[in-house]
């Protein structure tokens, strides 16, 4: 079997990407006056691993952009460049081009070649301009890179634990450098001598994608003088670390600017001088490659599942050994309660790979909250907290939409503009908080400015327009719930920025779908606090669980509100037919759950049963049924999976006797009531958007 | 389709397996490839507007499966449930459905001169679905393409989408 290159596209796709939102977090942080040296390494090293991936797998549009990318990184990390901000705009938008161009061969699609074009332009018109010996780095060829590399040399390759069905094609891919002068499989172990003008480093990393980093060594031989014993070394002498001299290495970063030009000519010198740092650097990749798996969200569920068995299986015991004689079972006793400890933190310990710090989402924001007070003319200090915040991988990818509109709100509508703000007492710069923190089994995050805050009137006067039923003397609370409401247009303040996208309706759907609500804080003149409150997984869920005729439901708690009995007063009847219970001076449609479900045997009177007040998408129904039993943890498990979708239903669940429970779909079943009542619809929607 | 099944099986020569089942008075095979377990009949949650031939849901080792009556779809034998009742568990194309039947006979090869192809007939159980008429001795087993039917529109088992 010979080695297929595409299977390794995925693990370049996977490292580009990592690689690229590295960049980006660099770049941010860089202080164009003052440039971290390590920085700008650590950037361009980035730059550079992209660049010999995609050299390897045929990506000519990525690899020409990282090259030139990379001339001009190597330039401002010798000080030959003087940074500013439009430069580090223009390294991000270079960025950027680099995530589509990424994007596109993922799709297996070529690249935006007119955008590919701008960008080179830019960039390279940008090395004519403010490079000092400029154009030469930019118009050289591909595989001579501004990192001070040697010419034309031969180099031994020692490549470590290759089977001989795959040392042709390594051969063939080492071939693509340059002149293959001799090569050789033996023991597992590949030699080839190479003729080539690419640096060590280039060719690490181009094999990095096929082969571990440590499996390699480079062995340079000087040009012309090939030493014809190299290439037969004894292999039983491999691995010789102290043999490896890098061919012509980059120049260390403590190296000056001068010896870039030096190891030209003499490729020696700095490459012994690098030597150690390229050592302690590639250490240094490989102990962090250890520390994370990655490994298939599949595999995880499956394992969560299983888990999840053995827990149930094990409270199955429990129950059937609790009668036990404990004089004469005492060893299988104390067995179960050993079971039950380790089956808990199993569980936990299972649950928790699943997990993923909010870093993964607050890494977006400084990018987006930088550009748009570019755009908008407004000062912003971004501040993040609680980024080690863990929350469930599922939610995480969820959760990164809504904060983004939330966000583009708040630099938009909320933080006013310097003059503004200096006219109304406070720091020119706004400020822009983004936290996360837990709160009990939820996680909270909060999106807070110190802007405008909501305009009571205008979202009043908004609301009134629609045809919302709304009064003066509605409660702050109330009225920051209204833009939230369907159909609550917000047009007039539609600008290049926010208008686009997803309404804040949206917004609370999306967030109500995860388990969560939001809540708006807003004082005028002193800002806006979003909160957001999720469940910390989509795995488990709180509910109760509620008994109509002989069938038992869950109802997610978060959907709750309270749950009463009714007096037979309460009721009215709407043509005839539809019924709604007057409560507090609202009236909200009954959804009766043994009619929608057809179940036998049920509460048909309401006044018997129970009526459990819920709300969601930000109306509010009442839902009959006829007991309470209890609230629970429990497991979410898809129905999908073997079944189709039903209609009011959600998902199913494992009761503790091994049963299954259906969990309610509290928006699907707000919205029955509503078909049936057509032009009705629209009064109790409005009364529960007041609520 | 069925043509095909039939070629499949002659091929072979040697034989297909298939596990027969009783619903009411007549006999059904279906291949036992497609078969996981058979279990009894426990613990049915009933999906509410769901076809009254789908019994509902039940856990199968954490796995919700839904359960399907054969017999209240094939409208044969007494739809009744007791401690006998069995299961047949079926994993076809990454779904795992129950199927409840009147009994479970044996598991027989039969070779492709053995199964005949289905004549045009009633309408409860279109021959769209039959892979043929297999006979042994004095036996007729009804050879059923398990997986087409289960997977068909009529059984609303799967989303039209899905």
Redesign the interface.
Known sequence: MSIDITEFYQTFFEEAEELLSDMEQQLLQIDPSDPDGEQLNAIFRAAHSIKGGAGTFGFTVLQETTHLFENLLDKARHRELALDPTIIDIFLETKDMLSDQLNAYRQQTEPDSAAYERICNTLKTLAEEKGQGSGAASTSSVHAPASGLAESGAMVIRIAGVAADNATSLAEELALFGTVLEQQHANDVLTVRLETATGEEDIRAVLCFVVDDDQITFESVAKGSADDSSASVPVDEWPVEEEMVPAAPEPASAAPPESAADSVTAPAEPAKAAAPAAKKAAGAAASSENASLRVSIEKIDQIINLVGELVITQSMLEQGTSDFDPVTHGSLLSGMNQLQRNARDLQEAVMSIRMMPMDVVFNRFPRLVRDLAGKLGKQVEFETVGKSTELDKGLIERIVDPLTHLVRNSLDHGIETPDRRLAAGKPAAGKLTLSASHQGGNILIEISDDGAGLNRERILSKARENGLAVSDAMSDDDVWQLIFAPGFSTAEQVTDLSGRGVGMDVVKRNIAQMGGHVDILSRPGQGTTTRIVLPLTLAILDGMSVRVGEEVYILPLGAIKESMQVRPEDISTVTGNDRVLHVRGEYLPLVELYRVFDIPDAKQDVTKGIVMIVQSEGRSFALQVDQLIGQHQVVVKNLETNYRRVPGISAATILGDGSVALILDIPALSRAPQDREGSHAGHHRSAAALH | MEASAIDKVQLEGEGHEFLVFRLGAEEYGIDILSVQEIRGYE?V??????PSFIK????L??????IVDLRLKFALGNADYTAQTVVIVLNIGH???GVVVDGVSDVLALTGEQIKPAPEFGSTLSTHYLMGLGSLDERMLILVDIEKLMSSEEM????KA?
């Open positions: 613990g949650t009933r999906i509410a507007n769901a509902g849901v039940t856990n080792r954490g796995v919700i499966v839904p779904r795992v459905v609303a088992l799967i989303d899905a």
